[in-house]
Each structure stands twice: as structure tokens, then as C-alpha cells.
């Protein structure tokens, strides 16, 4: 699970990951999600009470002349007790670390010849390329041995991990050095040979969040051995949600089989119901797990709509009226397409089947409707006391004086 910070590690960790992932103060892929080597020291000082795992991002390029400062934050992040480093730079593998090594998506994991050359190089696991197919999966298990990862949830760029450069050669930031700004989420015009516009101003390059909840058994079949959640930019409401789907799931995965156990002890106690669209997506799909396929792009924005709640049947000065039952509430956050971009909004009133919002422009009839925003539900996730409890056999025995 993501670790942005202590606070959302320790909730990652009550929600039952197996495992969190978290960045120190360089060298990691996500510039905004830093950390003070006392913060991971107390991070992984709580995960070992129930054998999870700390995973300490060194996920960049190096430059020649950071190479002594990269060494000396993996020793002190070796010090305060992380369990491997997830790098990209070979420079890693070069210093002799004592300490295992896994190969960051970054590395581009995408075929059994290279995840066999991170094998033989002693890397302890490689996280795969998120486009790869379950059958590419398949291919790359068989010619290796070495821990597979693969990412279960979050956010897809739709460049290959570690190869793409459309950052750096549109900007001075790099996705290689943290500093992605994202270009692929931004509007572009579609033209054919002739120059003609055929589709302007859409973020034809942005592609809907990952969502193989309900591949998990599938996967476990493939060999992967470690589920990634992505999401170190998120908040603490969305770890929260998405680790508690993903740790109830993989129970039920587990609790079916006889060759695969937990690597980790105790267990979660919630108390709300995890649902992956009631927190931040842009939209649920399987990407190319089953091979590559119509329905990944989210042309018409790159920002989270959320559930769907149904399209406007009426619309008038008073409110609106939904084609199908709901449950928004005062409080709620909505948005919705119209000429072609998003507008959002906030409920401010529900009478019966109405709807009052606070601002009309553009609904209309037909418009399909979004909650971006559950009040109530955020709230009972904020609120919600999670615990995290280790089961004990316990024999007493009475003897009386």
C-alpha cells in the first residue's frame, strides 16, 4: 500500500497491507511524497509489530554526482529498519547494499528477458509493467523464479513506466527524476494527414484508473505474489478505502486455497464498508490485463468523476430529477460533462426524488450525472476507529490452594 507520510502508513497498515511503500528525502519517483528518516524509522518500528513489510522508494536516475549521497540515504534508510529498496538506477546494484533490492516498474518489467537479467543480477523481486497482459504475465513467470509484483489499483500513464520522456521533452521536469508534470493529462487536437482538426481540445492521451479487484484469484494463479495499490500522492480517506477492499478480497482469495498464505499477521477491524468509486478514480477499468482493447481513455477529463448516479430526467428552476433512485445527500460533491468539459458542483438540498444544486449551468436534460464528493461516507471513513489485533491461543489452567 501507498505511504505518503507516517500518519497514512500507520492507517495503511491498521487497514491490513501486507506492505507499505514510502519515500525518504531524494531520489524517490514522487517529489511531493517525502519523509524524514525518523518518520520511516517509526513506520517500520510499527509495521514489524505485525511482520509487515517497509518499502523505501530510491525509484530515479542518478546523476554521477549523486551517487555518494544516493548510498548514503540507503544506509540510513537500511538503518532505520526498512525491509528493501525499490530502485531504478543500477547504481544501486552496484554498491553492494545489504539489503534486498527490488526492481522498480520503472526498470520497464516487461519481458522475460529482462525480469531474467534483474533475477540473475540478485534483484529479490521486479514490479511489473502495469500494461502488461495476464498471458505476458504468464510468459515472464515461466522463464523466471524471481517475486513477481503487479499493480491492482490506482492511476495508469499511458506511456511505459521507466521509458517514457514526454515530460522532459516538453518541460525541464523529468518522470525519470520525480518531477512527471503530467503532460499526457493535458488537452490536444487530433488531426489526420492533411492537418485537418478531427477532434479538438481533448486529453486524448489520459487513460482511466486501474481497477483488477475482481481479477485477484486470477492473478495469484499467474504467480504474482505482491498486489500493488498506487497512489503515494493520495490521501489518507483513499488508503483507508482501498486498502480495506483489497485486504477483505485477498482474504477471501486466500481462505479458497491450500498453497498461499498471508505474510503478515492480525487482523483489520473497520467500521464502514470499503466501495473503490465512493474515493478518488477517474473511472474503473481493467486496462490491458485481457490484451489491448477499446474503452481505456478518459477523453473528456483527467480529473476524478467518481460514481455515477444517473442522467438528469428533469431540470427545472426548483431542482433536478434522476432517471433512477439515489442516495445524495446535502454536502455532496457532483459534476458532469457539458459542452465538452467538466463542470462540478455541490448539493445543497434533496426533497424526495429532487435535487437542488448549488449552480445550474450547463445541466440539462440527459446529462449524465456524478458524485465526486460522498460527504457521508468520507465522513464515516475519517471517523471510522480501525484497530489492528493479533489472534493468540490461550490454554489456562486453574489450581487450587
Not at 25 to 39: C, L, M, Q
Not at 99 to 117: D, G, R, Y
Not at 322 to 337: A, E, P, W
Request: proline fraction near 2%.
Amino acid at each position: 500500500a501507498p505511504a505518503k507520510d507516517l500518519a497514512t502508513a500507520i492507517d495503511a497498515i491498521d487497514c491490513g497491507a501486507d506492505a507499505v511503500y514510502i519515500g525518504a528525502g531524494k531520489f524517490g519517483a514522487r517529489h511531493s511524497a517525502t519523509n524524514p528518516i525518523e518518520d520511516i524509522a517509526q513506520v517500520a518500528e510499527y509495521a514489524h509489530l505485525y511482520g509487515v513489510k517497509v518499502y523505501a522508494t530510491l525509484n530515479t536516475l542518478l546523476f554521477d554526482d549523486e551517487l555518494e549521497a544516493a548510498r548514503e540515504q540507503a544506509l540510513a534508510l537500511i538503518k532505520a529498519g526498512v525491509d528493501a529498496l525499490i530502485v531504478q538506477d543500477m547504481a544501486y546494484w552496484q554498491m553492494n547494499l545489504p539489503i534486498p533490492l527490488h526492481a522498480s516498474t520503472q526498470t520497464n518489467c516487461v519481458t522475460p528477458e529482462k525480469v531474467k537479467f534483474l533475477e540473475e543480477k540478485g534483484f529479490a523481486r521486479a514490479i511489473l509493467e502495469r500494461s502488461l497482459s495476464k498471458n505476458e504475465i504468464a510468459k515472464i513467470r515461466k522463464a523466471t523464479h524471481i517475486e513477481l509484483e503487479a499493480f491492482v489499483h490506482g492511476a495508469i500513464c499511458v506511456s511505459q513506466s521507466g521509458r517514457c520522456f514526454f515530460s522532459r521533452s516538453t518541460s525541464e521536469r523529468s518522470g525519470n527524476r520525480g518531477e512527471c508534470s503530467q503532460p499526457c493529462r493535458l488537452e490536444y487536437d487530433l488531426c489526420n494527414e492533411k492537418g485537418e482538426v478531427v477532434i479538438k481540445g481533448k486529453h486524448l492521451l489520459s487513460v482511466r484508473d486501474l481497477d483488477l479487484s475482481a481479477r485477484l484469484g486470477e492473478m495469484i494463479d499467474l504467480g504474482i505474489s505482491s498486489f500493488k495499490i498506487e497512489g503515494r500522492l493520495k490521501d489518507r480517506t483513499y488508503v483507508r478505502n482501498i486498502v480495506s477492499l483489497y485486504r477483505q478480497l485477498l482474504d477471501r482469495e486466500i481462505a479458497k486455497r491450500n498453497d498461499v498464505e498471508r505474510s503478515s499477521v492480525g487482523r483489520s477491524t473497520i467500521e464502514f464498508e470499503p466501495n473503490a468509486s465512493r474515493t478518488f478514480t477517474r473511472g474503473a477499468g481493467e486496462y490491458f490485463f485481457d490484451g489491448k482493447c477499446r474503452g481505456v481513455a478518459s477523453f473528456d477529463t483527467p480529473k476524478a468523476m467518481g460514481e455515477r448516479i444517473g442522467k438528469v430526467a428533469r431540470a427545472d428552476r426548483r431542482g433536478i430529477v434522476l432517471d433512477r433512485k439515489h442516495d445524495l445527500t446535502t454536502g455532496d460533491g457532483v459534476c458532469f460533462i457539458a459542452n465538452g468539459s467538466l463542470v462540478g458542483t455541490n448539493v445543497v438540498g434533496v426533497e424526495g426524488e429532487r435535487v437542488q444544486l448549488n449552480r445550474y449551468d450547463g445541466v440539462a436534460v440527459g446529462v449524465e450525472l456524478f458524485r465526486n464528493y460522498n460527504r457521508l461516507f468520507s465522513q464515516a471513513v475519517e471517523r471510522s476507529r480501525v484497530k489492528r489485533t493479533i489472534e493468540v491461543d490461550l490454554n489456562l489452567q486453574f489450581e487450587q490452594d
